[in-house]
C-alpha cells in the first residue's frame, strides 16, 4: 500500500512511525523552514507545498502522480489541498482531525475546546473532500476533558488517541476492509477561526470560568493568554493558573477597568 502523507511538524514523526509497517513513499510538508528541517532529518522522501496558486498545484500532482498512490493521508496540515490530488489515490484520502465531527470544524480545536469549557473532544478520521473537515465520517474516538487539562496535557492525549485511531484504520485498509461512509450532519456544523497570539487578551469582564479557560487553553508552547497593565506593560501567562487564583488576578489587572 503506497501511501503520501500531508503533515505538519509536529504530526509528520507519529505519521513516520505508524506508517513504518506499510509504505510511506513520500511526506507533504508546509513551506517553512521548520517542517523543511524535521521532514529531511526523518530521512522519508519528501515534498513542499508551496503556495504557487495553479501551477503549483499542478507541478506537485505530476511529482505526486509518480508515487502511483493508494492512500493519501493528511494530519494537522493546514493548507487546502486541491481536488486533482485528493482524487489521485485509488483507495481514498483520510484526514485525521483533531476534534468531534461535524461540531468542531475549522482550525485550533485544541485550544478552542478548551476556550469554550468543553467536558468532551476526541479525534475523527474522515474522506477528505474540497471543503475543510466536510466528508464522510469513517470512525471517531472520544476522551473526557478534565478540569485540569491544559492545550499542553489535552494535545499528548489527542496524539496518543489520534496515533489508535490511524494504526486501526492502516490494519483494516491493509486487510481489505471495507471503510465506513457517514455523512455528516450539516446542521450540527460548526466552523472556529484560526487563532492568533493577539487573540489571547484578557477580557476581565468575564466570568472567572472563562478567564481560566483562556489560560489554559494557550500555555506554552502556545503564545499565552496576557492582560495589558495600566502602565502598559504586557504580562503572559504562560503556564496554568489555579482557578482559585483568577479573582485574585482580577482585583490585581482590572481594577481601574472595573471602576470606571
Not at 493546514?78 to 485509488?90: A, F, Q, T, V, Y
Amino acid at each position: 500500500m503506497n501511501i503520501i502523507a500531508f503533515c505538519d511538524e509536529s504530526s509528520a514523526p507519529d505519521i513516520v512511525r505508524l506508517t513504518s509497517a506499510h509504505n510511506l513513499v513520500c511526506v507533504v510538508a508546509h513551506d517553512r523552514p521548520a517542517a523543511r528541517r524535521l521532514v529531511n532529518e526523518l530521512k522519508v522522501p519528501w515534498r513542499i507545498h508551496e503556495r504557487k496558486g495553479t501551477t503549483g498545484e499542478q507541478a506537485l500532482f505530476r511529482e505526486l502522480a509518480q508515487f502511483q498512490p493508494d492512500v493519501v493521508l493528511s494530519s494537522s496540515y493546514g493548507l487546502r489541498i486541491p481536488k486533482l490530488i485528493l482524487d489521485l489515490p485509488s483507495i481514498g484520502a483520510i484526514n485525521i482531525h483533531g476534534g468531534l465531527l461535524p461540531a468542531w470544524r475549522g482550525a485550533n480545536i485544541l485550544n478552542w475546546v478548551l476556550i469554550e469549557g468543553a467536558t468532551e473532544t476526541g479525534v475523527t478520521a474522515h474522506w477528505m473532500t474540497e471543503g475543510f473537515d466536510e466528508g464522510p465520517i469513517i470512525a471517531q474516538r472520544t476522551l473526557s476533558i478534565d478540569f485540569l487539562d491544559t492545550a499542553w496535557t489535552l494535545s499528548n492525549k489527542l496524539r496518543h488517541l489520534s496515533s489508535q485511531l490511524l494504526s486501526s484504520l492502516l490494519t483494516d485498509i491493509e486487510l481489505g476492509v471495507v471503510l465506513p461512509t457517514q455523512p455528516q450532519d450539516d446542521s450540527q456544523a460548526r466552523y472556529y477561526k484560526r487563532r492568533t497570539p493577539e487573540d489571547g487578551q484578557i477580557d476581565w469582564k468575564k466570568s472567572n470560568l472563562e478567564i481560566y479557560n483562556l489560560i489554559r487553553a494557550l500555555v506554552t508552547p502556545w503564545p499565552g493568554a496576557y492582560t495589558v497593565t495600566e502602565a502598559g506593560m504586557k504580562v503572559v501567562f504562560r503556564d496554568l493558573v489555579p482557578y482559585k487564583s483568577i479573582g485574585v488576578l482580577r482585583h490585581k489587572y482590572s481594577k481601574k477597568k472595573l471602576s470606571s
